[in-house]
T-cell receptor
Framework: GDSVTQMEGPVTLSEEAFLTINCTYT??????LFWYVQYPGEGLQLLLKATKADDKGSNKGFEATYRKETTSFHLEKGSVQVSDSAVYFC?????????FGTGTRLTIIP | NAGVTQTPKFRVLKTGQSMTLLCAQDMNHEYMYWYRQDPGMGLRLIHYSVGEGTTAKGEVPDGYNVSRLKKQNFLLGLESAAPSQTSVYFC???????????????FGPGTRLTVT
């Protein structure tokens, strides 16, 4: 079935460090891919998306590229801030449903 | 626009009690979803609806029922609560215009339910 596998956390980085959170997905059909972010005590918010191969989604300094050949959608940011501390979810949309990874908790220390 | 709202925000139930969680959206979205979030398991789809008067089972539907009598509301019911249903519940909605909105879902703030 449809699935998403993402890097297990927690991840702790110093401010201004480079961030990568890995995500791979099952390649059945032509899924759309998403990264959602969940700040403490809140619901999920869409961070970025890509709808076809080689598309790059970007928002708030975060980027992810839809790689069909490696079935990956890794999240990257060049210089993280304390305010980026949150849980990040990779997701794929197919068969009318959004399938989530298990989430990666990111903590940025000053 | 309030977006997606959920009531209540917190609830404690005893085993065997029943309750209904209400989700409301003001974006005129056709699709609505109920998820549960448990530690280490991400979000799992309980039930969803593709339009007023229609519902369908998701990944973990057992022990839950839903109704979509109005387009803007999606109710999740627990008829006889069990400790295994302790979780955080999220409602989401999305447009049916797939081409323009690319399946993006908008989430409510969540309901934290504890069953003792």
């Amino acid at each position: 079935g449809d699935s998403v596998t993402q890097m297990e956390g927690p991840v702790t980085l110093s401010e201004e460090a480079f961030l990568t959170i890995n995500c791979t997905y099952t390649a059945t059909g032509y899924p759309s891919l998403f990264w959602y972010v969940q700040y403490p005590g809140e619901g999920l918010q869409l961070l970025l998306k890509a709808t076809k191969a080689d598309d790059k989604g970007s928002n708030k300094g975060f980027e992810a590229t839809y790689r069909k050949e490696t079935t990956s959608f890794h999240l990257e940011k060049g210089s993280v801030q304390v305010s980026d501390s949150a849980v990040y979810f990779c997701a794929r949309f197919g068969n009318e449903k959004l399938t989530f990874g298990t989430g990666t908790r990111l903590t940025i220390i000053p | 626009n309030a977006g997606v709202t959920q009531t209540p925000k917190f609830r404690v139930l005893k085993t065997g009690q029943s309750m209904t969680l209400l989700c409301a959206q003001d974006m005129n979205h056709e699709y609505m979803y109920w998820y549960r979030q448990d530690p280490g398991m991400g979000l799992r789809l309980i039930h969803y609806s593709v339009g007023e008067g229609t519902t369908a089972k998701g990944e973990v539907p057992d022990g839950y029922n839903v109704s979509r009598l109005k387009k803007q509301n999606f109710l999740l019911g627990l008829e006889s609560a069990a400790p295994s249903q302790t979780s955080v519940y999220f409602c989401a909605s999305s447009s049916a215009d797939r081409g323009r909105y690319s399946y993006e879902q908008y989430f409510g703030p969540g309901t934290r339910l504890t069953v003792t």
